[in-house]
Structure formats: structure tokens, C-alpha cells
């Protein structure tokens, strides 16, 4: 391990990558700081850019894009209680009261701490986890993979919320049925209707542009917000921000909550489809069930420990979700989607094999999110009010910006103009499913996993000659396939019992 | 139960449409003459989806819903600005078609031009200081820093002759 630890560190520290995780950390805060772009679009955006470099140094870009993402959806969280990021939305229950008392300084050096302490322990916590379980992985076979394909994409269905799960199942099953489009491994056309361009399939960086990007900046458009004017944030970025320095008691009554929240984020990132939004909800939850009732009663209006918990738990969680993306190349959210995606089209097969196949890959991205929570902590705390001022660009301008950069980030890639057609109408339909309700996640995790779930399903069924047994013959199929069930009767389960608590509350009322 | 107005019955109504139509294509598909005793062929994924799709969006369908003021589409979309996010979708299709014709300068610059003003951008000054800052400081990156090729558009060749 130490070895595979100073291999990521001389790659990590060329001067190239240094730069990757700067630019990276920047263009992230930025990007995550505007109200409806969060990481997935920070991420998406930079594919095409990083599409002529090798896989190192765009895994490292990415994933200094997603530290910053994460950082600035808190940014404007706290400052103007638009959380960039859907994990950043618990940030802003205190961090936002904390601005609006003049602690607006205060609530953002609390943030960057937590940030980079929640992502350190998270780093630390990867570094012993993804070799152990790389390794344990290597015994995986076709039928164990398909039974993780399905696992992953049950496991976002799970966690998609009350009342969710079956549409999150049908986003998933939609996105199976989009990566179908193309060509076969046996070269066979499918749902191509003669037309050239769909011959090699439905782009992923298309899909993932059009669903989160567009579809984001024609949402903000629809809702109204892009010629709202924005005082909060003109008072708060305008103004002076407060101190940023935080006292020793302060420190010393928010370090446990840091510990805790940590292995709670990571653990939690570490599922399948549950990502840093539950964690940030779950350790806020956490921590306000265990507070004294005085410090409970600041809950809400200005608690260190309510700012502190979910800042630290949705960056533990964020580096936690790369542990099933590194091990088994299966995503844990959207981002890691996007991410896979980018390594599949770099020629990186990310699973095991990434592991032995390429180390300074597996351990440059490893070294590289500790770098990047550095990267975030030293330079973009100090330059956090001049960063707030690109909350001051009227939308107006904004927008157009956003859309043009997302047309052209697929034009650059394959250089047809038939793919932005297609990309405006996928954001259309994309826009038309938010506003339906119906989650968008579930169906680039479905579009990503479609292509090797079919594979190792094909691959399984030939070992297997024919026969579906594998799925309970092999104790590690059947291991994960009962594990998938559980997930998915779960949340079935609880409605199923809610209901029926529901009934007898009636009936003992009447 | 008021299905027209209800986000999860029309959502899972196209998503079974939609199912509908892969699960009619699906036929289509060309399958190698021998491939009759083949346990997985290009059909059978697809196929396994079609069907699962199609139980699901029933259930969905048929499913007691919510209360309607929670899944109410026209109480979701009250408010919305429709009219300049149509413009702004209308204005990405005539960019895509017109790419190739004008070039990447000139479609560029006049897409940021006519979306600034649909979302109500009126300085003018302002308008073309940052649509022009951004189309010719995205080409020289993109076409000296990345050395990639940015079509110049059939209109520029046909004024300078090359075409």
C-alpha cells in the first residue's frame, strides 16, 4: 500500500496535476456556487476538456471539480439560502440564520473546516478501505457483477425518498432501456430506425449534459428565478463578511461533532444511491438528537453543530461514494456516474482491475481528493468574498452562458451538430420528468450500468450454459441478490406498515 | 382521481408509451438466422425491460395516488414563465441547425445575443462586451491553446470564396 501511496503522491504532485486540482477546486466552487448547478453539471461540464488528457490528471481535474462543487453549493447555502448542491440544503438550516446574524464569515470558516476535516477522515478512511475490498473483489465473477449492476441500480431507487421508489425504479429502468440504443457486442443494430448517428448509441456525455446542465438552466428559467434580483446576496457579499477566525471553545464544542459525523458520511457514502444529501440529513438529525435541550433549542438559528454536522458528513459521504466506483466500478450517485463514465471513455475500466491494471490512476484520485480539500481550505477560504461576488452576475446573463457551455461541451466531442438537436430535445423531455416529479439520478445510473450489466448477464448465462440458477448457487450472488431484495422491499415494507398504522389510528379514532 | 392533473399518472402514462413503443421495436431487431437456441440474444435484455417497465408503470397507474394538491401539475407549474423558456429552447435547435451555416463566431455570438435579451437583458453595451468577450476568448482557447478545429461555417466560405 505504501508503495500504490507514493505512486499517487508522484503523480498527484507533478506540476500538471497540481494544476488539475487547482483549476479544478476553482472552477468547482464557482460552478457549485450558482443556485441549480451542482456537482453532476460542475462535472459534466468538464468532460470535454478533459477529454484529450490522460486519465490521471482528468480523474484529478473531476475530482477537485467535485470538492469545489460540494464547497460552493455551501457557499451560497450560507450566504443566500440557495444551497447550490442538494446535499448542501442542511448547511443552510444554521449557516444561513449564522449569515444573517453578521456571522456570515464565521458560518463559512466553520464550513471550510468541517469540509476538509469531514473530507480528510473520508480520505483516510478510503485509503484503508478500497484496497482491502479491490482485493476481495478480484473473486468476483460475471454472475456476482450483474448481481452488483442490479444492486446499484436498486439501491438509488431505495433511497429516492417517500413515495418515490417506484418512479426512481422506472427512471432506472428507462435509462437500461436508452442504453440499448446502438450497437450490440455482437454488432447487432438496435433501436437505431437507420439513422447513422445513433449506430454507436446514445452519447452518456450528451445524456448527462442534457438531463442535469440544460435541463437545470431551463428549470431556473421556467421557475422564474433568472431575472430575480438576488439583495441577500448583494447585502452578504457586499458587505463585510465578519471574521473568519474561529475561538478555541468553539473548536473544542464542535471536534466531537466533526468525529462523529465523519464516519457517519463516509459509511453512508458508501451506499449505493445514498449519497451526501441523506448523510448531511442524517448526521444533522444525529446531532440534534443528541444535543442538550439548550443546545438544541439553536437548532435552526444559528448552531455551530448544526452547520458543522452536515458540512462534514455530505464531504465524508462525497469520498465515501467513490469507494464502490474504485472497487467494484459500480456509481454510488450521479457524480460517480458521470465520473465512471468519463474513466470508461479514457479506456479505464474502473472495478477491481483498476487496482492492478492502473495504479497511478487508483491512487492519484485517492491522493488527490486530500489534496483538493487542502487546495479548498487554504486558497479559497481567503478568497471567499471575492468568490461571492460571482453571485452578484445577474442571471440574465448567466443562463445563456450556462446553456451555450453545455451545447458546445458535447459539440467538442464528437463534432456533430446532430448531437445538440438531440441534446435540446433529451432537456426538454428531462425538464418535462422534473417537472412530473420524477427523479433524474436513477436514469444515468440505469444509461451507465445498462451496457455492463447486459455484458456480464450475457457472460454469466454462457458460464452457466443457459441457466438462471447462478443467482442462488453462488453464495456471493446470492449474497448480493438477497441484500438487492431487501432494498427493494424495504421502503415497500415501511408504506406497507405506515398504512397500516394509519388504519388503526382511524379506526380507534372513530 | 383526476388523471389528466396528476404529475405520477401522467409521468408513469408516458413512461408506459414510451415502453409501449420499445417493446414494438423490439421485434425489429435482426437476429442471427441460428440464433434460435441462443439462451441471450440482442432481444432478450430488451425485451426483460419492456415487460418490467410496463408492470411498473401500471402499478404506478393504477397505485391509490397522493392527495391531489401534492402530485396537482397545474398547481406545480403555476407561475412558470413559459414564454421565455420556449424562446430559449426554440433558439438552441435554430443554433444547432445553423452551426454548421454560420460558424461557430457567428451562431455563438448571436445565440448569446438573442438569450440575453429573451431573459431581459437591455444594455446593449453590456450584451456585446460579454457575448463578444466570451465567443472570441472561447475560440482562441479552444482553437490555439487546445489546437481544436472550430467550423468557420459555410457562410464565411462562401464570402471568402473557399467553399
Given at each position: 500500500m505504501l508503495e500504490g501511496i507514493l505512486m499517487g503522491l508522484s503523480t498527484a504532485f507533478t506540476p500538471i496535476n497540481l494544476l488539475m486540482v487547482l483549476v479544478g477546486c476553482f472552477a468547482g466552487t464557482f460552478i457549485g456556487m450558482l443556485?441549480?448547478?451542482?456537482p453532476v453539471s460542475a462535472i459534466a461540464l468538464m468532460i470535454p476538456i478533459t477529454y484529450g488528457f490522460d486519465p490521471a490528471s482528468g480523474m484529478i481535474l473531476m475530482a477537485g471539480v467535485y470538492y469545489g462543487a460540494v464547497f460552493g453549493g455551501s457557499t451560497s447555502a450560507i450566504l443566500?439560502?440557495?444551497?447550490?448542491?442538494?446535499?448542501a440544503v442542511a448547511t443552510a438550516f444554521d449557516g444561513h440564520p449564522m449569515a444573517k446574524k453578521g456571522q456570515a464569515g464565521r458560518a463559512l470558516a466553520l464550513a471550510a473546516y468541517s469540509s476538509f476535516l469531514g473530507g480528510t477522515i473520508g480520505a483516510i478512511l478510503l485509503l484503508l478501505f478500497v484496497p482491502i475490498l479491490a482485493k476481495v473483489s478480484l473473486s468476483f465473477q460475471s454472475a456476482d457483477y450483474f448481481a452488483l449492476m442490479l444492486f446499484g441500480c436498486t439501491a438509488i431507487s431505495a433511497f429516492s425518498g417517500k413515495g418515490q421508489v417506484l418512479k426512481a425504479v422506472l427512471m432506472t429502468l428507462l435509462g437500461l432501456m436508452l442504453a440499448?440504443?446502438?450497437?450490440d457486442t455482437s454488432g447487432v443494430q438496435r433501436f437505431?430506425?437507420?439513422?447513422?448517428?445513433l449506430y454507436d448509441g446514445i452519447s452518456f456525455l450528451l445524456l448527462s449534459m442534457a438531463t442535469f446542465a440544460l435541463a437545470e438552466a431551463l428549470l431556473v428559467v421556467l421557475r422564474g428565478?433568472?431575472?430575480?434580483?438576488?439583495p441577500d446576496s448583494e447585502d452578504l457579499s457586499r458587505n463585510a463578511l465578519g471574521s473568519l477566525k474561529l475561538s478555541k471553545e468553539e473548536i473544542k464544542d464542535v471536534a466531537p461533532v466533526v468525529g462523529r459525523s465523519s464516519l457517519l458520511g463516509f459509511f453512508v457514502g458508501v451506499l449505493?444511491?445514498?449519497?451526501?444529501t441523506i448523510a448531511s440529513f442524517l448526521a444533522y438529525g444525529m446531532e440534534r438528537n443528541i444535543a442538550s435541550p439548550e443546545q438544541r433549542e439553536q437548532f435552526g438559528k444559528g448552531s455551530a453543530r448544526g452547520l458543522v454536522a452536515p458540512e462534514t458528513a455530505n464531504n465524508a459521504a462525497s469520498t465515501g461514494s467513490f469507494v464502490p466506483l474504485l472497487?467494484?466500478?459500480?456509481?454510488?450517485s450521479a457524480t460517480t456516474a458521470i465520473m465512471l463514465g468519463a474513466l470508461l471513455s479514457y479506456g479505464v475500466q474502473p472495478g477491481p482491475r483498476l487496482y492492478i491494471d492502473n495504479p497511478e490512476v487508483f491512487w492519484a484520485v485517492i491522493i488527490s481528493m486530500y489534496l483538493g480539500n487542502i487546495i479548498l481550505l487554504v486558497l479559497n477560504l481567503p478568497l471567499i468574498p471575492y468568490i461571492a461576488k460571482?453571485?452578484?452576475?445577474p442571471r440574465q446573463l448567466l443562463t445563456p452562458i450556462i446553456l451555450f457551455l453545455s451545447l458546445i461541451g458535447v459539440y467538442l466531442v464528437s463534432f456533430n451538430t446532430v448531437d445538440l438537436t438531440m441534446m435540446v430535445v433529451i432537456g426538454v423531455i428531462a425538464v418535462i420528468f422534473r417537472i412530473l416529479d420524477f427523479p433524474l439520478a436513477p436514469l444515468l445510473l440505469g444509461f451507465i450500468l445498462g451496457g455492463m450489466l447486459e455484458d456480464n448477464l450475457r457472460r454469466a448465462l454462457l458460464i452457466w450454459d443457459g441457466s438462471w440458477a447462478f443467482l442462488w448457487q453462488r453464495p456471493i450472488t446470492a449474497t448480493i441478490m438477497v441484500i438487492t431484495l431487501v432494498t427493494i422491499l424495504m421502503p415497500l415494507w415501511s408504506a406497507i406498515r405506515d398504512k397500516h398504522k394509519k388504519a388503526i389510528t382511524e379506526v380507534f379514532a372513530e | 382521481m383526476n388523471y389528466i392533473d396528476n404529475k405520477d399518472k401522467v409521468g408513469s402514462l408516458l413512461l408506459l408509451l414510451f415502453s409501449l413503443f420499445y417493446l414494438n421495436y423490439?421485434?425489429?431487431?435482426?437476429?442471427?438466422?441460428?440464433?434460435?437456441?441462443?439462451?441471450?440474444?440482442?432481444?432478450t435484455l430488451p425485451m426483460g425491460l419492456a415487460c418490467v417497465t410496463i408492470v411498473c408503470a401500471f402499478v404506478q397507474l393504477l397505485m391509490p395516488g397522493k392527495s391531489s394538491e401534492d402530485v396537482s401539475i397545474s398547481g406545480a407549474v403555476?407561475?412558470?414563465?413559459?414564454k421565455p423558456t420556449l424562446a430559449l429552447i426554440l433558439l438552441m435547435l435554430v443554433y444547432s441547425l445553423s452551426f454548421s451555416f454560420l460558424g461557430f463566431v457567428v451562431a455563438t455570438f448571436l445565440f448569446l445575443m438573442i438569450g440575453f435579451s429573451i431573459l431581459g437583458e437591455r444594455r446593449i453595451g453590456l450584451s456585446l462586451t460579454v457575448a463578444g468577450g466570451l465567443v472570441l476568448s472561447m475560440w482562441g482557447v479552444l482553437t490555439?491553446?487546445?489546437?481544436l478545429y472550430l467550423d468557420t461555417g459555410t457562410l464565411y466560405r462562401l464570402i471568402m470564396g473557399d467553399a
Amino acid at each position: 500500500m505504501l508503495e500504490g501511496i507514493l505512486m499517487g503522491l508522484s503523480t498527484a504532485f507533478t506540476p500538471i496535476n497540481l494544476l488539475m486540482v487547482l483549476v479544478g477546486c476553482f472552477a468547482g466552487t464557482f460552478i457549485g456556487m450558482l443556485p441549480g448547478l451542482g456537482p453532476v453539471s460542475a462535472i459534466a461540464l468538464m468532460i470535454p476538456i478533459t477529454y484529450g488528457f490522460d486519465p490521471a490528471s482528468g480523474m484529478i481535474l473531476m475530482a477537485g471539480v467535485y470538492y469545489g462543487a460540494v464547497f460552493g453549493g455551501s457557499t451560497s447555502a450560507i450566504l443566500i439560502n440557495a444551497p447550490g448542491v442538494s446535499g448542501a440544503v442542511a448547511t443552510a438550516f444554521d449557516g444561513h440564520p449564522m449569515a444573517k446574524k453578521g456571522q456570515a464569515g464565521r458560518a463559512l470558516a466553520l464550513a471550510a473546516y468541517s469540509s476538509f476535516l469531514g473530507g480528510t477522515i473520508g480520505a483516510i478512511l478510503l485509503l484503508l478501505f478500497v484496497p482491502i475490498l479491490a482485493k476481495v473483489s478480484l473473486s468476483f465473477q460475471s454472475a456476482d457483477y450483474f448481481a452488483l449492476m442490479l444492486f446499484g441500480c436498486t439501491a438509488i431507487s431505495a433511497f429516492s425518498g417517500k413515495g418515490q421508489v417506484l418512479k426512481a425504479v422506472l427512471m432506472t429502468l428507462l435509462g437500461l432501456m436508452l442504453a440499448t440504443v446502438g450497437q450490440d457486442t455482437s454488432g447487432v443494430q438496435r433501436f437505431t430506425f437507420g439513422v447513422p448517428d445513433l449506430y454507436d448509441g446514445i452519447s452518456f456525455l450528451l445524456l448527462s449534459m442534457a438531463t442535469f446542465a440544460l435541463a437545470e438552466a431551463l428549470l431556473v428559467v421556467l421557475r422564474g428565478d433568472s431575472s430575480k434580483a438576488q439583495p441577500d446576496s448583494e447585502d452578504l457579499s457586499r458587505n463585510a463578511l465578519g471574521s473568519l477566525k474561529l475561538s478555541k471553545e468553539e473548536i473544542k464544542d464542535v471536534a466531537p461533532v466533526v468525529g462523529r459525523s465523519s464516519l457517519l458520511g463516509f459509511f453512508v457514502g458508501v451506499l449505493p444511491g445514498a449519497g451526501a444529501t441523506i448523510a448531511s440529513f442524517l448526521a444533522y438529525g444525529m446531532e440534534r438528537n443528541i444535543a442538550s435541550p439548550e443546545q438544541r433549542e439553536q437548532f435552526g438559528k444559528g448552531s455551530a453543530r448544526g452547520l458543522v454536522a452536515p458540512e462534514t458528513a455530505n464531504n465524508a459521504a462525497s469520498t465515501g461514494s467513490f469507494v464502490p466506483l474504485l472497487t467494484l466500478g459500480i456509481p454510488g450517485s450521479a457524480t460517480t456516474a458521470i465520473m465512471l463514465g468519463a474513466l470508461l471513455s479514457y479506456g479505464v475500466q474502473p472495478g477491481p482491475r483498476l487496482y492492478i491494471d492502473n495504479p497511478e490512476v487508483f491512487w492519484a484520485v485517492i491522493i488527490s481528493m486530500y489534496l483538493g480539500n487542502i487546495i479548498l481550505l487554504v486558497l479559497n477560504l481567503p478568497l471567499i468574498p471575492y468568490i461571492a461576488k460571482l453571485l452578484d452576475v445577474p442571471r440574465q446573463l448567466l443562463t445563456p452562458i450556462i446553456l451555450f457551455l453545455s451545447l458546445i461541451g458535447v459539440y467538442l466531442v464528437s463534432f456533430n451538430t446532430v448531437d445538440l438537436t438531440m441534446m435540446v430535445v433529451i432537456g426538454v423531455i428531462a425538464v418535462i420528468f422534473r417537472i412530473l416529479d420524477f427523479p433524474l439520478a436513477p436514469l444515468l445510473l440505469g444509461f451507465i450500468l445498462g451496457g455492463m450489466l447486459e455484458d456480464n448477464l450475457r457472460r454469466a448465462l454462457l458460464i452457466w450454459d443457459g441457466s438462471w440458477a447462478f443467482l442462488w448457487q453462488r453464495p456471493i450472488t446470492a449474497t448480493i441478490m438477497v441484500i438487492t431484495l431487501v432494498t427493494i422491499l424495504m421502503p415497500l415494507w415501511s408504506a406497507i406498515r405506515d398504512k397500516h398504522k394509519k388504519a388503526i389510528t382511524e379506526v380507534f379514532a372513530e | 382521481m383526476n388523471y389528466i392533473d396528476n404529475k405520477d399518472k401522467v409521468g408513469s402514462l408516458l413512461l408506459l408509451l414510451f415502453s409501449l413503443f420499445y417493446l414494438n421495436y423490439i421485434f425489429d431487431i435482426t437476429l442471427d438466422p441460428n440464433a434460435g437456441d441462443q439462451f441471450f440474444t440482442p432481444r432478450t435484455l430488451p425485451m426483460g425491460l419492456a415487460c418490467v417497465t410496463i408492470v411498473c408503470a401500471f402499478v404506478q397507474l393504477l397505485m391509490p395516488g397522493k392527495s391531489s394538491e401534492d402530485v396537482s401539475i397545474s398547481g406545480a407549474v403555476a407561475g412558470y414563465r413559459w414564454k421565455p423558456t420556449l424562446a430559449l429552447i426554440l433558439l438552441m435547435l435554430v443554433y444547432s441547425l445553423s452551426f454548421s451555416f454560420l460558424g461557430f463566431v457567428v451562431a455563438t455570438f448571436l445565440f448569446l445575443m438573442i438569450g440575453f435579451s429573451i431573459l431581459g437583458e437591455r444594455r446593449i453595451g453590456l450584451s456585446l462586451t460579454v457575448a463578444g468577450g466570451l465567443v472570441l476568448s472561447m475560440w482562441g482557447v479552444l482553437t490555439q491553446l487546445f489546437d481544436l478545429y472550430l467550423d468557420t461555417g459555410t457562410l464565411y466560405r462562401l464570402i471568402m470564396g473557399d467553399a
